[in-house]
């Protein structure tokens, strides 16, 4: 693999910077500490600029050569999740319930390892922002450091993100083009009936079988409403009801959440939702009381911008190792607010180790440091031919 030899020697301080932010993990919008620590390393590397507080937590450092007015955006997610981590790491987490199991603490150091770089070498024309985003775990840190003037202070032409993927082998990338993540939408479904002893059900209206019959419902919306063609997910992921064995409980509440990429598809789900928990709970003569909570939106890479970051990818590992136009996935990601603003694209690295490799989200999970050095110099290239200096 040509890793840039000058980033190759980064590798024994760029694993120490990871391992240091994966045993400080911190949840979203509470990145004091990491924050910090991404300030002073952008500041002992020599970037032009650093501003902190955007968006709560984020940080942005601002990185210039040459003379022209060109503008490129680089962004990395900075935040943990409320896991328990079970690795059994040397640098696993300090912190109980809290732990870097979406290599978060990764796409900081690669981002850092970028400003190192470029900070050094000076070999390209224009603007580099650095964009180290808080709270992208379900809290909106993109949009939030948006809403704080993240653009219209650093005004960049087009950006880009990145984001490891264990079940690719490393060494490797894939980017699509349009479509790569879906839209992620969560709903809550009260069951109101009327309680009674468990032993004579007649005398109450039982929330807990309707509860079951709604469930059921629901995965009529996806595998007989929807087009098979089509792309949706709707997953039920939380039951709760009753407190002893011999009660029929007063309520139960359904929670869960809903993927999809088309805006119409989207608009469906959510009504199609409605009618089905209340229409079903109604039957029985029970209340269902639905809110439906729009997220992310879905990724969607712009048609340029995702063969720029594709060709960039290829100077790192060869052509070969670039997969163009890879299915989509069902997850979501946050960086979508950022493309519906300006043009730029999303691209996943392969990350993984051995035959099993523990996936995004597990306890079990830990960035593969050997990846560092090439999601650097997937960066450096990235910025070294969109900014290339003129012949």
Same mark, same amino acid.
């Given at each position: 693999?040509?890793? #840039? +030899? ?34 002073? &390393? ?13 968006? &709560?937590?984020? @940080? ?10 060109? !503008? ?50 000076? +070999? ?28 219209? !202070? ?9 984001? +490891? ?6 060494? /490797? ?40 019959? #709604? ?15 089509? +792309? ?32 119409? /598809? ?79 694209? %999303? ?17 079990? %999970? ?9 999601? @650097? ?8 031919? !969109? ?5």
């Amino acid at each position: 693999m040509p890793i #840039i +030899n000058r980033i190759a020697d980064y590798k024994t301080e760029l694993t120490a910077w990871r391992r240091h932010l994966h045993m400080h993990p911190e949840l979203a919008y509470e990145e004091v500490e990491t924050a910090a620590f991404v300030a002073d &390393k952008l500041r002992e590397v020599g970037v032009d600029e650093v501003h902190t507080g955007i968006g &709560k937590t984020g @940080v942005v450092a601002v990185i210039r050569a040459g003379s022209s007015d060109r !503008r490129i955006g680089l962004r990395a997610d900075m935040d943990a999740l409320p896991i328990q981590e079970a690795t059994g790491a040397p640098h696993a987490s300090t912190r109980p319930g809290k732990m870097h199991a979406c290599g978060h603490d990764g796409h900081t150091t690669m981002l850092l390892g970028a400003a190192k770089y470029l900070a050094e070498t000076r +070999n390209f024309d224009g603007t580099v922002y650095l964009v180290f985003q808080p709270a992208e775990e379900g809290r909106a840190g993109a949009k939030a450091m948006m809403d704080d003037g993240l653009f219209e !202070r650093f005004p960049v032409a087009d950006i880009y993100g990145l984001h +490891n993927w264990p079940a690719m082998p490393t060494g /490797t990338f894939a980017m699509c083009e349009g479509p790569a993540m879906a839209a992620s939408d969560e709903f809550r479904i009260t069951v109101k009936g009327r309680g009674c002893h468990a032993a004579m059900p007649h005398m109450g209206l039982d929330p807990v079988v309707v509860t079951a019959q #709604i469930v059921l419902g629901l995965q009529c919306i996806v595998s007989r409403e929807t087009d098979p063609l089509d +792309n949706a997910v709707l997953s039920v992921t939380q039951i709760h009801t009753g407190h002893t064995f011999n009660v029929v409980p007063e309520e139960a509440l359904i929670v869960g959440t809903v993927r999809t990429f088309k805006p119409e /598809t989207r608009d469906r789900v959510q009504g199609r939702l409605a009618e089905v928990a209340t229409g079903i709970a109604k039957s029985f003569g029970l209340e269902a009381g639905v809110q439906y909570r729009r997220g992310y939106p879905p990724t969607v890479n712009h048609a340029r911008e995702a063969a720029i970051g594709a060709a960039a990818a290829a100077l790192v590992v060869g052509d070969d190792k670039v997969e163009r136009n890879p299915a989509p996935v069902m997850g979501a990601e946050d960086f979508a607010f950022m493309l519906e603003a300006v043009p730029g694209s %999303y691209i996943w690295m392969g990350s993984g180790e051995g035959a099993t490799p523990a996936l995004l989200h597990s306890q079990y %999970y830990d960035f593969n440091d050997e990846a560092l050095p090439l999601g @650097v110099s997937y960066w450096a290239k990235l910025v070294e031919t !969109r900014l290339a200096r003129a012949v």
